[in-house]
Antibody
Framework: EVQLVQSGAEVKKPGESLRISCKGS????????ISWVRQMPGKGLEWMGR????????NYSPSFQGHVTISADKSISTAYLQWSSLKASDTAMYYC????????????WGQGTLVTVSS | SYVLTQPPSVSVAPGKTARITCGGK??????VHWYQQKAGQAPVLVIY???DRPSGIPERVSGSNSGNTATLTISRVEAGDEADYYC?????????FGGGTKLTVL
């Protein structure tokens, strides 16, 4: 069974750093890309960027370029989403999702990680 | 940047047919994927490549795509279909989601 298991909820203060994770199992981790998707409270889905775990090539949405970093460690089948300095506006649910190469659908999603940034 | 437009809400009585549209410039030339998101849950793929159904998705869920509009059709709507639905395409190496449509079963 294909599974993407994300790390648990986080509560952080503005200015703090954070890294959340997404561990894939039940498939060849390097055969699929991983994207990260943000969902702010009561709002829709926003694509942040993606990584090809086989070579760690990344591509970011212009809206998120420079604000987050996506990385992966293929030796442990895990992708990461990282912030160096959180803002209150980063409060949201974050999902990872698996997909084939460009054009493909997101056929498996993580359960989501809720990030709350508050002073 | 490419924009996908969905109606914010669609309401339908049980047993009837719900149609959720996704508008975009020449969207018929792109592949459209659809996701269902129930309250408090992660999204689930319900239609891929315009009209294909993943295993486990009932035949009463279908999709089409032509011209400037893609459509998700749910026949014989049930209470369990109540959810938010999102269309998605790729454009210039980026992923674009529609704003989402809340399907309410009356």
């Amino acid at each position: 069974e294909v599974q993407l298991v994300q790390s648990g909820a986080e509560v952080k203060k503005p200015g703090e750093s954070l890294r959340i994770s997404c561990k894939g199992s039940g498939y060849s981790f390097t055969s699929y890309w991983i994207s990260w998707v943000r969902q702010m409270p009561g709002k829709g889905l926003e694509w942040m960027g993606r990584i090809d775990p086989s070579d760690s090539y990344t591509n970011y949405s212009p809206s998120f370029q420079g604000h987050v970093t996506i990385s992966a460690d293929k030796s442990i089948s895990t992708a990461y989403l990282q912030w160096s300095s959180l803002k209150a506006s980063d409060t949201a649910m974050y999902y990872c999702a698996r997909h084939g190469n460009e054009g493909g659908d997101f056929d498996s999603w993580g359960q989501g990680t809720l990030v709350t940034v508050s002073s | 940047s490419y924009v996908l437009t969905q109606p914010p809400s669609v309401s339908v009585a049980p047993g009837k047919t719900a149609r959720i549209t996704c508008g975009g410039k020449n969207i018929g030339s792109k592949s459209v994927h659809w996701y269902q998101q129930k309250a408090g849950q992660a999204p689930v793929l319900v239609i891929y490549y315009d009209s294909d159904r993943p295993s486990g998705i009932p035949e009463r869920v279908s999709g089409s795509n032509s011209g400037n509009t893609a459509t998700l059709t749910i026949s014989r709507v049930e209470a369990g279909d109540e959810a938010d639905y999102y269309c998605q395409v790729w454009d210039t190496s980026s992923v674009v989601f529609g704003g989402g449509t809340k399907l309410t079963v009356l």
